[in-house]
């Protein structure tokens, strides 16, 4: 692996998390990590969509007059986001029942706008699918640390297993969106 993939790698997981530093995609840390499943779905789903749009737009980047390029990004954003949603309601319904319209906010995700405009705008394919995938893992990662926390004090589950100890008593609060907040800090 080359020094910039090293570099990529490691500032989109925890120098510049997109989450813990940057503060973007909070609306969806709050409303979807009550349960590890779902933290995970939604994870997966936004990885997906942020390396593959980061990849069409770096091959697109010289295509694309400057401006129109948001709106480019736009429905770059949206193409990929409502394959994930179809796939997601064929064959995870419960899941997409339980994360109902935060799937298809992720075209309005700052995080992936922000990567396409940071990064893929100016910079090679590869090395933008590269950024769009490790950006997404590291939103997915700081999804599924929340979800632990909360699902596990809120629900007394991990991936919807029961795992009480003796004397334990779930704080509800832990199953409200702003619980979130308080992990976050």
Not at 75 to 99: E, H, N, Q, T, W
Not at 151 to 177: A, D, H, K, Y
Request: glycine share 8%; net charge positive.
């Amino acid at each position: 692996m080359s020094e910039r993939a090293g570099k990529i790698i490691l500032r989109n997981l925890w120098s510049e998390n997109q989450v813990l530093r940057q503060i973007l995609g909070i609306c969806s840390s709050l409303a979807v990590t009550n349960l590890l499943v779902n933290s995970l779905v939604m994870g997966l789903g936004l990885t997906f969509v942020t390396s593959l749009s980061c990849l069409t737009l770096s091959v697109m980047r010289n295509l694309v007059p400057h401006r129109i390029r948001m709106l480019v990004q736009t429905l770059i954003i949206a193409s990929y986001v409502i394959f994930v949603d179809i796939v997601i309601k064929a064959y995870l319904p419960g899941i997409s029942k339980s994360l109902g319209p935060y799937v298809g906010l992720i075209i309005t995700n700052c995080i992936i706008m922000g990567r396409l405009e940071a990064y893929a705008q100016k910079n090679p394919p590869f090395a933008s699918l590269l950024d769009g995938f490790f950006s997404g893992l590291g939103y997915t990662f700081v999804l599924l640390a929340i979800a632990f926390i909360r699902e596990l004090l809120g629900f007394g589950t991990l991936f919807g297993r029961s795992v009480n100890f003796v004397g334990f008593e779930t704080w509800t609060i832990m199953v409200m969106p702003p619980a979130a907040f308080f992990i976050i800090g």
